[in-house]
């Protein structure tokens, strides 16, 4: 958070009287913390000519919780609670990206199961990212029934994480070692159901937006900067697509046992608005294919590693064998300890590269935990990519970003 | 030096090649090549790993604050490279009395921000930065959170004043 000196909180004149012949006069405007368009708390700072935007300055932090420094003071296991917390649209893509450096230091080796189980919670999530980001996008753009729409399936999503997990948003059920608990009876019957049915709701999107002339006005040539600023920016994910570079960490550093599924990188070349929904409603059907093969093909056996001295025993065990009843005791009393080191796994967010940078000292408590958000790098090429464009599109940009202040702020 | 193992790495060996004074040692842990640079040469090395290596992309930037230990504080680079589909770290050893390292924004754009929440959270000074300013916490705050001698709980802090 920083104090950007403001003439007054309203828009005001930046010179009093009458402007001499030929000089404009520029204002300042102060756009957030509270605007509907900002999704969260970001306060931009638009200095305009006009309905031209000369400079605009994010200002970010008022989300600001210090996530990265509680977690110095929880167990490793414990962690994973406040990765919910940052990105809240996909918070199995957090969850996941934690536990795979802390598994990559302890060298655990996850079973298949749950690492399908894995990858099809977190492409749901990426559909469900997805489904908010195009409603929230389409209000901004006002196109209202979107929002009708897509908050509809997301329902059908969050049903789907309660039924797994017991939680609707902060799930935490991605954990290290494995997974919470053993996906419950029925899943397979629930989540089949919804996939069924949604290729023809991502249709009925398509068919009221692809083709429709008042989107395309508002999003074809806006927003658009070159991919060699937006990769030195920092940017990633779907805006890096979607003006024409195929890169998906998913495919190009597989994690997970992606390697293992078949799907395709959802790529366009005008690296603009509407390039990027074109790109994220691709990847919404890849994501759909992804979790389908899943679904065909779930393989069978336990969904935690073989780790006594990380993953907690059945109940059943603990109750029957000495040892277990000790590690029990030992997990839940002072956590696991991890081998000194360090370690940093990318993984693709729905917002593009998410990765932990994972520091141990050798104790049960992780000695830091740098977390490379990837709203954080996408946001930075705000300024640049409104200036010296319409405040009007700066709206329509905004939304395309698709960013989490949560994300951002940590 | 580079031990044995990083000779392998074929930007490890080049980079030793061009100039072996900037380069202090580096290791190759769980997959991961880290080199450990003169923190005096960051700018030039990391030029010529964007120019020369194609590391196009910078992940991030962060501090590690090893205290009570000296050096202190670690200032690290996750650098990235699509064409070659490669990672890199660099480290960056700095001392605890006044931590100060030339800022990377000349290189890759997007040092911006990490080296501002750097400077922010650590008190790590990015010299030559276009916009040296706190960016999460407030700009009246005293001290630097995620140093670890800052107390995670118990800090009074007053917002009227902002």
Redesign the interface.
């Given at each position: 958070?920083?104090?950007i000196e403001l003439n007054t909180n309203a828009a005001t004149l930046e010179s009093e009287g009458e402007p001499e012949a030929g000089t404009t006069r520029r204002m300042t405007l102060n756009m957030g913390p509270q605007h509907p368009s900002t999704h969260g708390v970001l306060r931009i700072i638009l200095e305009l000519d006009g309905e031209t935007i000369v400079s605009a300055s994010p200002d970010?932090?008022f989300l600001?919780t210090?996530i990265?420094?509680?977690a110095?003071?929880l167990t490793y296991q414990q962690v994973v609670t406040l990765t919910d917390r940052m990105d809240y649209l996909s918070n199995l893509a957090n969850n996941l990206a934690y536990c795979l450096p802390v598994e990559?230091?302890l060298q655990l080796e996850i079973p298949a199961r749950a690492q399908w189980v894995r990858v099809m919670l977190t492409e749901i999530s990426r559909i469900n990212s997805h489904l908010v980001w195009l409603g929230t996008h389409c209000l901004d753009l006002g196109a209202m029934t979107m929002f009708f729409y897509t908050f509809r399936e997301r329902e059908d999503i969050l049903r789907i994480f309660e039924f797994f997990s017991g939680q609707r948003l902060m799930t935490s059920y991605i954990r290290v070692g494995g997974l919470a608990l053993e996906p419950p009876r029925g899943w397979h019957k629930l989540v089949s159901g919804f996939i069924r049915q949604l290729p023809a709701k991502i249709d009925q999107y398509e068919g009221l937006l692809t083709e429709n002339p008042i989107f395309m006005q508002r999003t074809k040539g806006v927003g658009f900067l070159p991919v060699?600023?937006l990769?030195?920016?920092?940017?990633t994910g779907p805006m890096i697509r979607a003006a024409g570079?195929p890169?998906d960490i998913r495919k190009?550093?597989p994690y997970s046992s992606y390697e293992k599924f078949d799907f395709n990188i959802p790529v366009q070349q005008a690296g603009d608005v509407y390039a990027r929904f074109r790109v994220r409603m691709d990847e919404m059907r890849e994501s759909i294919k992804i979790v389908e093969q899943c679904l065909a093909g779930m393989p069978e056996g336990p969904i935690r590693a073989d780790a006594p001295k990380v993953v907690l025993p059945d109940r059943e065990k603990m109750k029957t064998q000495m040892e277990a009843l000790i590690y029990h005791f030992k997990i839940v009393t002072e956590g696991f300890r991890v081998p000194a080191?360090?370690?940093?796994v990318?993984v693709e967010s729905p917002r593009g590269?998410l990765?932990f940078?994972v520091?141990s000292d050798g104790t049960s408590k992780p000695?830091?935990v740098?977390m490379?958000t990837p709203s954080?790098?996408n946001?930075?090429a705000l300024s640049e990519l409104f200036e010296g464009k319409l405040i009007s599109d700066s709206i329509a940009t905004l939304g395309s970003m698709d960013f989490v202040l949560g994300d951002v702020?940590r | 030096m580079l031990p044995e193992v990083l000779k392998q790495n074929d930007t490890a060996a080049a980079l030793e090649a061009w100039d072996s004074s900037a380069i202090l040692g580096g290791s190759f842990d769980l997959g991961e090549a880290m080199l450990w640079v003169d923190p005096s040469r960051i700018v030039d090395i990391c030029r010529q790993l964007k120019e020369e290596h194609r590391f196009t992309r910078l992940s991030g930037v962060t501090v590690i604050d090893r205290h009570p230990m000296e050096p202190r504080f670690e200032v690290l680079y996750l650098l990235h490279s699509i064409e070659r589909n490669e990672r890199l770290k660099l480290k960056a050893a700095l001392g605890g009395a006044s931590p100060e390292i030339e800022s990377v924004c000349g290189v890759w754009r997007g040092a911006d921000w990490f080296e501002r929440e750097a400077f922010d959270l650590f008190g790590v000074r990015f010299l030559n930065h276009p916009d040296l300013r706190r960016i999460m916490m407030p700009d009246n705050w005293e001290g630097h959170p995620l140093r670890r001698d800052f107390p995670t709980h118990g800090h009074k802090y007053s917002y009227q004043n902002e």
């Open positions: 958070m920083s104090e970010i932090g600001h210090g990265e420094k509680q110095e003071a990559k230091l060699e600023r990769l030195d920016l920092g940017v570079i890169w190009s550093e080191g360090e370690a940093y990318p590269e990765g940078y520091v000695a830091r740098f490379r954080y790098g946001l930075q702020d | -």
